[in-house]
């Protein structure tokens, strides 16, 4: 049965909750915050704007490393000590990266802060398995995706307020003041992966887990479609800059306040998901889902194809993200129900999928010839084409029946 998060009154349990779900925002924020200032650091470094993919590149590369360290780590010593040093790892890195004044030195600290910031994505999914399961984990995790929803709506809007201070270096320093904030929450939370329950293996040894996660059927494909999906979302995000301020030419302002608008669809979404999943129940709302995605993307490519105005693409992309964090939490739910004994394991294997896709599709963008709109579009179509008919597996489980 559930257990909930011991506290002595529903303002702390609130407190907590939304802990969690800020600590689940750090690799959004790292990502959105400093999109709209690109022109502008690339100016100060001296290097052309497509040259600033390469420090996304190495964050995504930090992340998916950093997870699959915390991981074990993670069930072998406690949530609250290692997710403690991530933090600080990610606060110092910040400042640093605010002090960069070569592109090489950005790319490397942008490295060592993702390996920061992955501690607090892993650890946080890996509490919530400690202390829920089934349908409750999974309106959990919703919960944790509305929080989560915040980062990517609000970190553009404050990366263009940090500009028109025309100080680039304040949104690592942003960054860093947000890590800080994350320090002083993560020391209010209680310690949930207990003693008894931790194992005693060597970090080596801790490591092979990944081999029972990966031959779990049950994990690989929830985790499968959690990828896919975020990968087409991905498309999305990691082209908005050069779609909206270099094919639509917005300014940075405009820009942060189109995606923020995009991105509170996530929170509707997700709140939207909360009230129904109980009655519904997590596999016909995947299929339901992924089929609105399907729709929103192909009607987004064939804006693309016409050329149309950006208002008439910016429509069909509400449609795809308005349930990209219900699919989230839901697959990662449903991948993470066959290991209490291994949350750790699998909230970072979960990661690691989620960073090689997205570190795939921006790759894939990078070299693809096409307009950026239609590739954008082309490569959301495929990877929600793939989301689509993974959702529709045997292998999913019913989250009703699950039990701890």
């Known amino acids: 049965m559930t257990s909930p998060i011991p506290a002595p009154s529903r303002a702390i349990r609130a407190w907590r909750l939304f802990v969690l779900g800020s600590l689940t ?146 949104a690592f320093y942003s960054l860093a003041i947000f890590g800080a904030f994350m320090l002083i929450g993560v020391m209010t939370l209680p310690e949930t992966h207990h003693s008894e329950s931790r194992n005693n293996h060597g970090f080596i040894k801790a490591t092979t887990s990944y081999g029972e996660i990966l031959t779990n059927k049950v994990f690989l494909t929830s985790a499968l479609l959690f990828g896919a999906d975020f990968a087409g979302f991905f498309s999305y995000v990691s082209s908005s800059p050069d779609i909206m301020m270099g094919v639509y030419g917005l300014n940075s302002t405009v820009y942060a306040l189109v995606f923020g608008v995009i991105s509170l669809s996530l929170l509707v979404g997700s709140q939207i998901n909360l009230r129904i999943l109980p009655r519904f129940g997590n596999v016909k709302l995947l299929k339901v889902y992924t089929s609105i995605q399907i729709v929103g993307s192909i009607l987004v490519l064939t804006a693309a194809l016409v050329h149309a105005p950006l208002f008439v693409v910016l429509v069909p992309l509400l449609l795809v993200s308005s349930v990209a964090s ?57 990877a929600i084409t793939a989301a689509f008919f993974l959702a529709r597996s045997r292998a999913i489980p019913d989250l009703a029946a699950a039990r701890k």
């Open 25 to 170: 925002m750090f690799g959004a924020v790292c990502i959105d915050l400093y999109l709209p200032a690109f022109p502008h650091i690339a100016d100060a470094l001296g290097v052309e704007v497509n040259d600033m993919g390469l420090t996304l590149t190495s964050f995504l590369l930090g992340m998916g490393i950093g997870q699959l360290f915390y991981g074990p780590v993670s069930d072998r010593f406690g949530r609250k000590r290692p997710l403690l040093v991530g933090i600080i790892v990610f606060v110092i890195a910040s400042v640093m990266c605010a002090t960069s004044t070569t592109l090489m030195s950005l790319i490397m600290w942008r490295f060592i802060q993702a390996l920061g910031a992955s501690a607090g994505i892993v650890i946080s999914r890996a509490i919530v398995r400690d202390l829920y399961s089934g349908i409750e984990m999974a309106k959990v995790m919703t919960i944790l995706g509305m929080v989560f929803a915040l980062g990517p709506a609000l970190a553009p809007s404050i990366g263009a307020l940090v500009l028109l201070s025309g100080v680039w270096q304040w």
């Open 326 to 382: 219900s699919i989230a939490g839901l697959s990662m739910t449903a991948s993470m129900t066959p290991f209490a004994h291994l949350a750790g394991s699998a909230s970072a294997m979960n990661g690691m999928i989620q960073m090689a896709s997205a570190g795939i599709i921006t790759a894939v963008l990078a070299v693809l010839p096409f307009d950026p709109v239609i590739q954008m579009a082309a490569v959301m179509v495929i």
